[in-house]
């Protein structure tokens, strides 16, 4: 199976400031790479697919980058209501899907 | 536009199967290419893959919980379900339907149900 690690596993930021979360796969999935945004009691909702391509709709201060087995999502200008948990999520080893353990992100 | 509604009992006992329904509204199951999946998230925790079935009835299953699972459709009700046997504590999670959309070589999770919370308890 392969296996998706985030790090860091929580992380504080200001309002303004330029956020980083990386996902790392256990074995090359080229770039087949989602990133999902989970608020609480929500259901999650995707951000980026591909790894780098912004879903319809999304802010464009959200992006993605990577392939292989090394991924980066970026929130460029952190918003309040960006305060959520982020998940990577694997789609090369089909018909097995694997998430990572997510990055809650808070307001310093 | 598609949406999704899980519906089940919230407490299950253990060594009991965990039994679940995700009614589809706003479109029809058979229509387009899609797989119709089951996630679960325990409490402050991360999201866990269950299984997903094609309108033909084809399953695939976290091999993890592979021998546990069934994942079933039925089309004129709109429906697919999911049952779990043998459960356990470790089975006490928050659980998602959601269409597996696939375009091409992409594939992602879109919509989600809202999630409904089984507790597995004596």
């Known amino acids: 199976d392969i296996q998706m690690t985030q790090s860091p596993s929580s992380l504080s930021a200001s309002v303004g400031d330029r956020v980083t979360i990386t996902c790392q796969a256990s074995?090359?999935?080229?770039?087949?790479l989602n990133w999902y945004q989970q608020k609480p009691g929500k259901a999650p909702k995707l951000l980026i697919y591909?790894?780098?391509n912004l879903e319809t709709g999304v802010p464009s201060r959200f992006s993605g980058s990577g392939s292989g087995t090394d991924f980066t999502f970026t929130i460029s200008s952190l918003q309040p209501e960006d305060i959520a948990t982020y998940y990577c999520?694997?789609?090369?080893?089909?018909?097995?899907?694997?998430f990572g353990q997510g990055t809650k992100l808070e307001i310093k | 536009q598609v949406q999704l509604q899980e519906s089940g009992p919230g407490l299950v006992k253990p060594s009991q199967t965990l039994s679940l329904t995700c009614t589809v509204s706003g479109g029809s199951i058979s229509s387009g290419s899609y797989y119709w999946s089951w996630i679960r998230q325990p409490a402050g925790k991360g999201l866990e893959w269950i299984g997903r079935?094609?309108?033909?009835?084809?399953?695939n299953y976290n091999p993890s919980l592979k021998s546990r699972v069934t994942i079933s459709v039925d089309t004129s009700k709109n429906q697919f379900s999911l049952k779990l046997s043998s459960v356990t504590a470790a089975d006490t999670a928050v659980y998602y339907c959601?269409?597996?959309?696939?375009?091409?070589?992409?594939?992602?999770?879109?919509?989600w149900g809202q999630g409904t919370l089984v507790t597995v308890s004596s």
């Open positions: 074995q090359d999935i080229s770039n087949y």
């Open positions: 999520q694997q789609y090369d080893n089909l018909p097995m899907y694997t």
């Open positions: 079935i094609y309108t033909s009835g084809s399953t």
């Open positions: 591909d790894a780098s």
């Open positions: 959601a269409r597996d959309r696939i375009t091409g070589t992409t594939h992602w999770f879109d919509p």
